[in-house]
């Protein structure tokens, strides 16, 4: 059995040898081409996500400064606003304690005034009330004597009786 080149040929499947050649050529293309457009383009987009992921990066970290400053900034607005409150804590009881100091003394002077109205009150009455009692005195001093007192002898009664009177009233 020998073969024969032209036999050889003859039983040869064309289409399938064409189309090993033609998948070769695309590999070939498709290497060559990936090469030249397709790796560049991919470099190019990896570089570009890596640029993207380092801005990102960037800007977390400018987040995370942004939020400490707020943070910070916010606890000192809060230091501020207690101390603002402990001062006004603090003005209101000394205000308080001025206020009651005031109305202490306010209450005193109007128990002194009250106290002295009253001495003043207490002290007409009685006066008034001598008054009141030497003239029961002498007159009931006339009645019992019958006969009728001259001024002189009244005033100095009355001068008597009162000078009595509060002797008795102040022991």
Avoid: C
Wanted: glycine share 2%; hydrophobic share 50%.
């Amino acid at each position: 059995m020998t073969l024969e080149w032209g036999t050889i040929v003859k039983n040869l499947n064309w289409t399938l040898l064409f189309n090993l050649v033609n998948f070769a050529l695309l590999l070939a293309f498709l290497r060559w081409s990936s090469r030249r457009w397709i790796l560049p383009w991919l470099e190019g987009r990896r570089q570009a996500e890596e640029a993207r992921l380092k801005r990102a990066a960037e800007l977390q970290a400018q987040a995370e400064e942004l939020r400490a400053e707020r943070e910070a900034a916010l606890a000192a607005a809060n230091r501020r606003a207690a101390e603002i409150v402990a001062r006004a804590e603090a003005q209101a009881q000394e205000i308080l304690r001025q206020a009651r100091r005031e109305a202490h003394l306010q209450a005193q002077e109007v128990l002194a005034e009250a106290e002295r109205a009253a001495a003043r009150v207490r002290a007409e009455a009685l006066g008034g009330l001598r008054a009141a009692y030497a003239e029961l005195v002498v007159e009931g001093a006339a009645r019992v004597l019958a006969r009728e007192v001259r001024p002189e002898d009244h005033a100095r009664l009355l001068e008597e009786l009162t000078a009595r009177v509060d002797a008795r009233l102040l022991q």
